[in-house]
């Protein structure tokens, strides 16, 4: 990400690497077969992650043609208020001097709810 934050993405099936930072998981799900010792995560952010309803929605598409709809239905999501404070304390980590690295498990990264929430993220780094 640009202006000096330093968000980086990461799945959680990778090693971590020197400069992760402070790694925070951000799905709803604990991934499957990691130990928390492996994961090596210091926050779990569960509503920053689309909702149940939203995620089962997006998943029965098989084609793949509902994730302009999702991203919409996602970025709503984000503006509630529990969602709001967690981006709230997301964007505090990255200003207190990063880099954070946010871990996910989804195996297709460009598709999933990753990509908007660091859009999202950017957005909310850039407004004060």
Same mark, same amino acid.
């Given at each position: 990400?640009?202006?000096?934050?330093?968000?980086?993405?990461?799945? +959680? %099936?990778?090693?971590?690497?020197? !400069?992760? !930072?402070?790694? *925070? =998981?951000?799905?709803? =799900?604990?991934?499957?077969?990691? @130990?928390?010792?492996?994961?090596?995560?210091?926050?779990?952010?569960?509503?920053?992650?689309?909702?149940?309803?939203?995620?089962?929605? %997006?998943?029965?598409?098989? @084609?793949?043609?509902? %994730?302009?709809?999702? +991203?919409?239905?996602?970025? $709503?999501?984000?503006?509630?208020?529990?969602?709001? $404070?967690?981006?709230?304390?997301?964007?505090?980590?990255?200003?207190?001097?990063?880099?954070?690295? =946010? +871990?996910? $498990?989804?195996?297709? *990264?460009?598709?999933?709810? *990753?990509? +908007?929430? *660091?859009?999202?993220?950017?957005?909310?780094?850039?407004?004060?």
């Amino acid at each position: 990400m640009g202006s000096g934050s330093d968000v980086r993405v990461r799945r +959680v %099936y990778d090693p971590e690497e020197d !400069g992760d !930072g402070t790694r *925070v =998981l951000v799905d709803r =799900l604990w991934p499957r077969g990691v @130990s928390k010792d492996r994961a090596r995560i210091d926050r779990w952010l569960k509503d920053l992650t689309p909702s149940g309803e939203l995620r089962t929605w %997006y998943h029965e598409d098989r @084609s793949g043609t509902r %994730y302009d709809d999702f +991203v919409d239905r996602y970025r $709503a999501e984000l503006a509630g208020p529990a969602q709001s $404070a967690a981006v709230q304390e997301l964007v505090g980590m990255v200003r207190e001097g990063g880099p954070v690295t =946010l +871990v996910t $498990a989804v195996k297709d *990264v460009p598709r999933s709810h *990753v990509p +908007v929430l *660091v859009e999202y993220l950017e957005h909310e780094l850039h407004r004060r």
